[in-house]
Every structure is written in structure tokens, then in C-alpha cells.
């Protein structure tokens, strides 16, 4: 088996395993990512063939990929099958899967929650004093993070700089720190092009500076 194969197929184990954290099952995460792995669109037989389904499972994901605008189906010239181009600008793939979330499960637990709080403040018992208090607290929280997602999805930090330049910045300071002897891993000497985000994120300080990226860019877009 070629190194490109074998990649490719724990690349695509490890996307499926990842499916539930983005809304999707795993066979539909399989297929995307093994679209994304490969140079040319590729048709329903050749996804049945290249991870062994059924034609029914990859009709079923391919008809999910596109309503999350995660594959593009592209006709076949001089034939009349259709092949699947998947997106591939990943800045943009994470927004649409993110504002489709956000619609289908924060939007709707905002809403109940700020239905909910006004008809306990008026039930004068403790009881529902205390719940109340509670609603509001989850209330706020799921309220600024919807403020920071707002912020992603606008644009934000990300929009500025994109993940590319995001990502390379993070590994130079984290790769920094490990050089001038601060951090975890001050013991190893790191250079920024050899470091991995397993590295990164053994350094707490990027979280710091994370917070503070984002508060900025809450404060520009206010």
C-alpha cells in the first residue's frame, strides 16, 4: 500500500471519529474527508468502491454534505453520472458548519431560556428565585459565546488574518517560549517549522493571548 493510501485511510477514520463534534454522522464525515484527500471529484460508484458502502448510505451523506454546502456536485462531461468536488477553502467550511449549528441548537436554547426566565420572576417562591438565578446564569454564558461566534462568523480575528497566519503565529510564539526556556517543554528545543499543535497546546499561555485576540476583536466590532 502507498504512504498517499495508507494517510489517507487513517485520515479518514480519524474525520469520522470527529463527526459527532460537528453535527454529522460518521459516515458522512468519512466521505468528505475522503474527497478532500483525493486530486479530482469523484462519482457515487467510486465512493462506494473507495470505502466499501452501500449506495444507499452514500446517497444519503453525499444529500447531507451538500446541504451543509461541504461538496459540490459537478456534472461528468460527455457522461450523464455526477461527480462530488468537495470545499475545500477550510475557513469557510468551518463557518458554514458552525452558523448551521448555531442556528439548529443555540438559536432555539436562547429562545427557550428567554422565554422562561420572565414567567418564573413571576412566581414569588424561593424555589423559583432559584431557578431563575440558574436560567440566567447559563442565560448569560451561552449568550457570550454566541457573542464570540457572532464574531467568527462576521469575520473576526480569523477574517483578518486567516488560519494560516494564525496558526504559524501560535507556532512561533509557542516554539519561543520553548527556546528561551519557559513553558512545559522548556527541557526540548523546538524549531517553529518542525512543531506540532500538540505541542501548542501544552502551552497555556496561547489560551491567554487567545482571550485576548478575542476580546479585541469584540470591542472593533462593537
Known amino acids: ?123 414569588g417562591s424561593p424555589e423559583a428565585a432559584v431557578f431563575r438565578q440558574r436560567l440566567e446564569d447559563l442565560e448569560s454564558l451561552i449568550a457570550l459565546t454566541d457573542s464570540i461566534v457572532k464574531v467568527f462568523l462576521r469575520g473576526g480575528v480569523v477574517g483578518k488574518l486567516g488560519l494560516k497566519m494564525l496558526v504559524k503565529a501560535a507556532r512561533d510564539d509557542a516554539a519561543l517560549d520553548v527556546s528561551s526556556g519557559s513553558g512545559p517543554g522548556a527541557e526540548v528545543k523546538i524549531q517553529p517549522e518542525a512543531l506540532r499543535i500538540s505541542d501548542i497546546q501544552q502551552h497555556d499561555s496561547l489560551v491567554a493571548r487567545a482571550e485576548s485576540a478575542y476580546r479585541k476583536a469584540l470591542e472593533e466590532s462593537s
Open 1 to 123: 500500500m502507498s504512504e498517499v493510501e495508507t494517510v489517507r485511510q487513517a485520515f479518514v477514520q480519524l474525520w469520522g471519529s470527529m463527526g459527532h463534534f460537528w453535527g454529522i454522522s460518521p459516515t458522512t464525515a468519512r466521505i468528505y474527508s475522503w474527497l478532500l484527500s483525493r486530486s479530482e471529484p469523484a462519482d457515487t460508484d467510486e465512493i462506494m468502491e473507495g470505502l466499501e458502502m452501500s449506495r444507499g448510505a452514500v446517497s444519503m451523506a453525499c444529500r447531507e454534505l451538500r446541504e451543509w454546502q461541504l461538496i459540490f456536485p459537478e456534472k461528468v462531461s460527455g457522461s450523464r453520472r455526477v461527480a462530488y468536488r468537495p470545499a475545500t477553502d477550510l475557513e469557510k467550511v468551518i463557518r458554514n458548519i458552525v452558523e448551521i449549528r448555531k442556528r439548529r441548537e443555540w438559536d432555539p436554547i436562547l429562545e427557550s431560556l428567554r422565554e422562561w426566565i420572565p414567567r418564573l420572576e413571576s412566581d
